[in-house]
């Protein structure tokens, strides 16, 4: 299933000023609960709680195509983890990518995103072996 995406930037700075966080080489993740998660669930299709994701990449990691290729792969990593382990829902979740990540491989950047997640307790099942 897609994304839900984090579009208003009141949101992105009240994870950024309330939420917990967690860092890593290649990115940074901060996690907020999300105030209007059970609107959200009602207005669902499958009547489910979801999560709200942005991803931040600024200039300073480069052009576009540096900081696109940095979304897509912290856009999958969080995909990956999603299908196989599980992210518990109903919360606003931001990542921010970090230099490292223009140019890592998928797997370092989704050892670092499991990592963050797994310190934020935000992991279904927690996997210590990959952590």
Do not use: F
Not at 29 to 55: F, Q
Not at 74 to 83: C, F, K, N, T, V
Request: with cysteine; charged share 30%.
């Amino acid at each position: 299933m897609k994304l839900t995406a984090i579009r208003e930037n009141h949101l992105y700075r009240k994870a950024y000023q309330g939420g917990r966080r967690a860092a890593a080489a290649n990115l940074c993740v901060y996690i907020l609960r999300d105030k209007k998660s059970n609107v959200l669930k009602k207005a669902h299709p499958e009547k489910k709680l979801i999560n709200r994701v942005g991803i931040a990449a600024s200039k300073k990691l480069g052009g576009a195509v540096e900081r696109n290729r940095a979304k897509r792969v912290i856009r999958e990593a969080y995909r990956l983890i999603d299908a196989g382990i599980g992210i518990k829902k109903g919360n606003l979740i931001v990542i921010a990518a970090r230099n490292p990540s223009t140019v890592s491989k998928m797997q370092d950047v989704k050892r670092d995103l499991q990592y963050c997640l797994n310190r934020l307790d935000m992991l279904e099942k927690h996997d210590t072996a990959d952590a």
